[in-house]
């Protein structure tokens, strides 16, 4: 079956745009995150969405991040007026339910360089 | 404030020998972690875990020790193969306020075994 799928795969932008990534995660997988790898770092948790609960923003770096989830599948992360600071490998992964030590499944990241 | 650290960025191991990563950790109320392998270009894939309650668990040619005390664990491949060249993710789960659960991911150290 089809795993988690990102888009774009690549983004170069300008200082001061905005931006958005996709997330598709496993279909029937209620449990999705967004994760971020800077250079040299590991895995830094964004937000989590599970089911129709309120989603958990706890990890988002600051106020110009943000992301939906709609119809409880599809995710898109925003970044707002992007800094150099914010480039990165934005991981994105699935599972079936965050109310269990579950395996998630990751996306092939989307590479964001803020030029 | 690393609470998950792999404190080797990199590890090159001759193929046929073993591979040893290593992962410590500091808050003593992770009670479940994994191993994930992430090749270039592509997400995380989760490769093995372990629960607190355990100090060992195997899988084929990857075993996973934990040693509760020290609060360290290990990954050993054996015999190591070209194709386990890859980036290796220590990550722990903790309990989280409502019953769910938040993952912890370390740096990574990178494997090459040699041909």
């Known amino acids: 079956g089809a795993g988690v799928s990102q888009s774009p795969s690549n983004k170069v932008t300008e200082k001061g745009k905005d931006v958005e990534l996709r997330c598709d995660p496993i279909?029937?997988?209620?449990?999705l995150y967004w994760y971020r790898q800077s250079l040299g770092q590991g895995l830094e948790f964004l937000i989590y969405?599970?089911?129709?609960?309120?989603?958990?923003k706890s990890g988002l770096p600051s106020d110009r991040f943000s992301a939906e989830r709609t119809g409880g599948s599809v995710s898109t992360l925003t970044i707002q007026r992007t800094q150099q600071e914010d480039s990165a490998v934005y991981l994105c992964?699935?599972?079936?339910?965050?109310?269990?030590?579950?395996?998630?499944?990751f996306g092939p990241g989307t590479r964001l360089t803020v030029l | 404030d690393q609470q998950v650290k792999q404190n080797s960025p990199s590890l090159s191991v001759q193929e046929g020998r073993i591979s040893i990563l290593n992962c410590d950790y500091t808050n003593s109320m992770f009670d479940y972690f994994l191993w994930y392998k992430k090749y270039p270009a592509e997400g995380p894939t989760f490769l093995i875990s372990i629960s607190s309650i355990k100090d060992k668990n195997e899988d084929g040619r990857f075993t996973v020790f934990l040693n509760k005390s020290a609060k360290h664990l290990s990954l050993h491949i054996v015999p190591s193969q070209p194709g386990d060249s890859a980036v290796y993710f220590c990550a722990a789960i903790t309990g989280g306020t409502s019953g769910t659960y938040k993952y912890i991911f370390g740096t990574g150290t990178r494997l090459k075994v040699l041909a």
């Open positions: 992964a699935s599972s079936w339910d965050r109310l269990e030590k579950d395996t998630q499944y």
């Open positions: 969405f599970q089911g129709n609960s309120a989603p958990d």
């Open positions: 279909s029937g997988h209620t449990a």
